[in-house]
Structure formats: C-alpha cells, structure tokens
C-alpha cells in the first residue's frame, strides 16, 4: 500500500525532480496521484467512468501553495469531492464539459482577469495583463473554444512573438520581441493553471514547454540626429501620440504611467507630478518636478469629452472636464490605446524627415521603441554630468548607489536634484531639437548691439 505523502516528501520531490514523468500515489487519499517531471508538477485523480467503464485521469490542479494551485491538504479535498461524484454514478468530467465547452478564447481570459488577476494583482499589473491578452492573445485566439488550445498552438504563437518577422522577399517585416514573448508565456502558463484548477480545460497543453531563450539587455539610445528627427516627426503626428513621445522624452517615464496619467495627478502651479503608487512598476509613489517645457505641453492638450469630440481643439478647455479624467484619452473614458499604429506612423514620419535633411534616400533607422526614450533621457541626463543616484531618482528606481543600512536612513527624495536634472535635460532637448536656437542668437544680439 502506497504510503501517505506529507510536505516534507513534496519538497523533497520538487528539489530532485526525475528526468522523466512519474506518477507517485498518494497513501492518504485513494485515486489521487501527484505527477512529478522535469516542467510537471500536478494532481490527477484516477477513476474508472461510471457511464463507460474507462479509466480515466482527470487532471485537477498544479502543485502549490497559494491558489489558484493545490496544496496538499486542498488536493484531497478535490480528490474527494471527484470520487464523490463517481460513486453517485456521475463522471466528474460531464459538469465540466457541459460549463465549458463553448467558451472562447476571449470569454475564457475575461474570466480569468476577473476572478484571478484583479483580486491577487496590483491595478498596473492587471493593466499589463490586460494589455498583453488585448495585443498578443485575442487577435490570434479570441474567437476559438478554449478546449481547442493544444501545446502546438502555444508553441507557435511564443515563437512568433520572440523571432523575427519576415516578408515574402526575406526583408525584415517587424523585429522579434523576446522579452514580450517571454512575458507572454508567463501569462499563458498562470492562466491555463487557472483554467485547469477551476475544470475549465481538463488537462493544461501548457506542460513542457520550453521559456524562450532570454531577451538581450536593450542598450538603444537615440542619438543627437535621431532625436531631431523624432521631435520633427511628432509635430506632424501630432496629438495624442505624437504628445505622448514628447512627454515620454521630456519625463523619463514609463509608457504606461504616461498615458494613462489623470488631471488629478498634476498641480500645474507647482509643476509637480505626483504618480499613485498603484500605477507605478515598483508601487512606490513618483513625486516627479515639470520643467517648463513639460507644464507648456500640458497646458495645450485639449480635454475630450465624451459628447463633444473631437470638437475641442488644443488649448480649449470644456466645462464638463471632469468627465474625462485622463491627460491622453481619444474617448473620455480609457487612456490611449493602439501603439502599435502610432509607433509605425512616428517611424514613417520620422524617416521621412531623416532622408529629407540628408538627402539620403536610401537612409535607414535602427528599430526603436518607446521604452528606449526612457533610456534616451537617461542617458542624456547621465551626460550632462548628473548624479547617478539622481537620475535613478528620476527613474523612480532603488539605487545601486545608496544601499543597505544607508538606504533605510535615506528618506530624502531629491526633490530639488530632480528638478535641476529635468529642466537641464529639456533645455538640453531644446538645443538639440533646435527650439532655442532662435532665442540664442536674439539674446546674443542685443549684447552685441545687434539687430537680431
């Protein structure tokens, strides 16, 4: 007789895994069996079909102590909940099939965002999620049965996210996005557990499959010329996203803490920015200074509403603002979306004026994305002689510089560095773009005696 199993003989097995799949039975419970391999480490409950005599393994979690995964003591209680069902003459596997045998793709991962994520997940986590599913999951799944999902279908779609896109000439058609690829497996693996424990798919296609090779550290920095050709490139694209891309230069911070920003954040008066901790990365409040050029942006972006767009125009402020709480919003109702469009339109723009200024035709970009301005702005505030710890202030990170015991005393938040540092880099960004080009030379007119 199978003897019992007990915490100590689950770690055990998790610390030295078999290199093959093994089937151990647990001693305390009949029908219940713990499946242990190299990727698996999951509950079945074995039972013969009351309607067909057929053995069946019936798959009813992975392993693990914080649900939506069993512990041991949670694996028994489904175990015998199953084996209840099996001697009232029912197959457990009947009410799950009759639950879930039409739910799409789409319905599946609404479910999933809302019953799991948005009660075990902070609000931008649950925005990342939601975003991921909206651009990488439903455009190539949405309308398919859940159930109809195999380790084929999971493998391709990873792949495709992570390798390089090709067109029918062999030309490059759109870069391989290894860390989004890695993201995504993420996702799928938590969900498809999700979905296995709640009976929703009766065996997870997500075993054994491989992470994706691990993304390179990104090092791209537009240079001096290509940050040029960005700004040129957003006056022309204009509002929201081309907005966007400016204030993502000028602040340093993340994609989505920019866009999704509410009014509320801001006190244009004391040109300070001040980002809740529940929507920053690290969930730690950004109290981030605005230089001028930041407050003069803010100040000509037009407030949608809900029943007058797009008939405010730049600058033009409605009586009912608060209806629509974001600083980028296309609908009064949710932030911006659709990067992936306006990304591909800056980039057509910004070339356009690249081979334009120098007469190069046949002129090409390096691939960049709208993260690398965070980069960019670091970098260049890192250039101008800016202190590390106050850049990594900017950044809203934990310093490598002020660590350990120091760190804990250190509750300065740099308030006045981080102003300084800002407004150097958008003086800097105006000396680049060519924005204060023409204030230069009438400043140094008139100390000439010069008429400008």
């Given at each position: 007789?199978?003897?019992?199993l007990t915490?100590?003989?689950i770690?055990?097995?998790s ?43 019936l798959?009813?979690?992975?392993y ?16 015998e ?5 099996v ?42 999620t939601?975003?991921f ?29 992570a ?18 690829a890695?993201?995504?497996r ?24 491989e ?30 996203f ?30 300070i ?17 605005l230089?001028p ?18 008939s ?19 609908n ?18 910004m ?28 970098s260049g505030?890192?250039?101008l ?36 540092a800002l ?5 800097r ?20 005696g010069?008429?400008?």
């Open positions: 007789m199978a003897e019992a915490q100590k003989k770690d055990a097995l610390a030295k895994r078999p290199a093959s799949k093994r089937e151990v039975p647990d001693g305390g419970q009949s029908g219940l069996y713990l499946i242990v391999g190299p990727r698996a480490f999951k509950w079945i409950v074995r039972y013969r079909s009351p309607a067909t005599g057929e053995n069946v393994k798959a009813i979690g992975d693990g102590p914080a649900k939506p995964k069993l512990g041991l003591h949670d694996a028994r209680k489904a175990a909940g199953t084996l209840r069902l001697r009232q003459g029912q197959d457990p596997r009947d009410g799950r099939d009759a639950a879930a045998a039409d739910l799409t793709i789409a319905d599946a991962f609404a479910d999933f965002v809302k019953r799991y994520a948005m009660k075990e997940n902070k609000p931008s986590t649950v925005a990342d939601q975003a599913i909206n651009r990488e999951i439903s455009p190539k799944w949405g309308k398919r049965r859940i159930r109809s999902i195999t380790r084929h279908d999971i493998v391709k779609l990873i792949d495709g996210i390798e390089d896109q090709l067109d029918s000439e062999g030309k490059l058609r759109q870069a391989g996005r290894p860390q989004s890695v993201r995504v993420a996702l799928l693996s938590k969900a498809f557990s999700w979905f296995a424990a709640k009976g929703i798919v009766s065996e997870n296609p997500f075993r054994d499959i992470v994706p090779a691990a993304p390179r550290a990104r090092d791209r920095v537009l240079s001096e010329d290509e940050i040029r050709w960005l700004w040129s490139a957003t006056a022309t694209v204009g509002w929201p081309g907005d966007l891309a400016r204030l993502l230069l000028l602040t340093a911070q993340r994609r989505d803490e920019v866009a999704a920003a509410e009014w509320r954040e801001f006190s244009i008066t004391d040109a920015w001040s980002i809740p901790p529940e929507r920053t990365k690290n969930g730690r409040r950004q109290v981030l200074p230089a050029q930041v407050t003069k942006i803010l100040a000509g972006l037009p407030r949608v509403v809900a029943h007058a767009l797009p405010v125009k730049p600058g033009e402020h409605s009586k009912v603002d608060e209806e629509n709480p974001f600083v980028l919003s296309t009064a109702e949710t932030p911006i979306s659709g990067y992936s469009r306006a990304k591909k339109k800056i980039d057509e723009n070339l356009a004026v690249a081979r334009k200024e120098t007469a190069n035709p046949e002129l090409s970009i390096e691939p960049w994305t709208l993260h690398d301005l965070r980069r960019t702005a670091a505030m890192a250039g002689g800016i202190a590390v710890h106050v850049v990594e202030a900017v950044l809203n990170h934990k310093s490598g510089v002020i660590s350990g015991v120091a760190a804990i005393y250190n509750r300065h938040d740099y308030a006045r560095e981080k102003r300084q407004e150097a880099w958008a003086n960004l105006d000396e680049i773009v060519g924005a204060g080009t023409r204030q230069n030379v009438v400043a140094l007119a008139l100390r000439t010069e008429r400008a």
